[in-house]
């Protein structure tokens, strides 16, 4: 019993960090229209760039620096939209291409960075609340997820971030409008990845090490657990959205915990992700076809 409330525990505290990038998409997918492909790179970038603040001394100072670089990764892929002409997909492409060589540089040339003899927001956490020790990683998560979602539901209903969801809803009408669209995209995109770099830099510090291939995957994962959070609320207020999302990411990581408890091999879980995108996109559209399909039954038999 211990075992699984240990497991579930773990589910939640990954779910829950890995919401933030989920959030991320929620931003720059569901309100600004752009999937931007680059998040796997930023995700990496967030955790090398926490990790080699924290390791220089300095733990609370790799939030600030992870989120300033996720912004930077945003600028850059946003900059390649806007101004060079290059299609958001490809430009995503490009900007994770290029990030894998600038955080194995960061790295000094390696491919793994040990924290183990190094404080993190979590051990200096631990240190001052003992009695706490057990849900660190839980409570901290929690508090950046309340924080992000709080920030979301301020700046989406400000006058830029009404701009945002309108350049996402139609940027025609947003260009007639006199809103300049490379603006609010530049500026969306950037906040969508300082958050991604901040998920980034939070699990670097839990896990306390740093793999070059973090990241990989992680677009998967997230419009995974978009989607999936789609499901349970697709319309409503802000709040219901961004709350759906953070269950998406939790449900998701509860899969992948599950799938690992029946002993699935590890180079599986890849395929998992898949199956869940696929489920997550069908299902619904599914159920939107089935009165079509019901209809077309009861008329074949009627002939």
Same mark, same amino acid.
């Given at each position: 019993?211990?075992? /699984? ?15 933030? #990038? ?7 997918? *569901? ?20 990790? *080699? ?23 850059? #892929? ?17 900007? &994770? ?36 020790? =057990?849900?660190?990683?839980?409570? /901290? ?27 996402? $809803? &139609?940027?025609?009408?947003?260009? =007639? ?28 510090? *839990? ?5 070059? $291939? ?15 959070? !789609? #499901? ?20 998701? !990581? ?6 690992? !408890? ?42």
């Amino acid at each position: 019993m211990s075992m /699984i409330f240990s497991l579930g525990q773990t589910a939640f505290e990954l779910g829950l960090i890995c919401s933030l #990038t989920v959030l991320a998409l929620f931003l720059s997918y *569901s309100m600004l229209n752009v999937c931007d492909l680059s998040t796997d790179g930023c995700f990496t970038l967030g955790a090398v760039v926490g990790a *080699s603040v924290a390791i220089s001394g300095h733990p609370f100072l790799a939030i600030p620096a992870s989120m300033l670089a996720g912004m930077l990764s945003g600028f850059t #892929t946003a900059l390649l939209q806007t101004k060079a002409g290059i299609d958001s997909l490809l430009a995503g492409i490009i900007v &994770n291409t290029g990030l894998y060589s600038i955080n194995i540089g960061i790295m000094h040339g390696a491919s793994l960075l040990n924290m183990n003899r190094t404080d993190t927001i979590f051990t200096l956490f631990k240190s001052q609340f003992p009695s706490l020790s =057990s849900y660190t990683i839980l409570l /901290i998560a929690l508090i950046s997820v309340i924080l992000v979602v709080l920030f979301l539901i301020f700046f989406l209903s400000t006058k830029l971030g009404l701009a945002i969801r309108a350049t996402g $809803n &139609n940027p025609s009408m947003v260009k =007639s409008s006199s809103i300049n669209p490379v603006f609010t995209t530049i500026v969306g995109l950037c906040i969508a990845n300082m958050f991604t770099g901040l998920s980034g830099c939070l699990l670097a510090q *839990s896990q306390k090490f740093v793999d070059i $291939n973090i990241g990989q995957g992680m677009v998967t994962i997230a419009l995974a657990s978009l989607l999936i959070g !789609r #499901t349970l609320c697709n319309h409503g207020s802000i709040f219901k959205r961004s709350f759906a999302c953070v269950c998406g990411a939790i449900i998701f !990581r509860l899969v992948y915990t599950i799938a690992l !408890r029946f002993n699935m091999p590890a180079f599986m879980l890849k395929l998992v992700s898949s199956i869940i995108v696929i489920l997550a996109i069908a299902i619904p559209y599914l159920k939107s076809q089935w009165p079509h399909i019901q209809r077309r039954i009861q008329y074949k038999r009627g002939l």
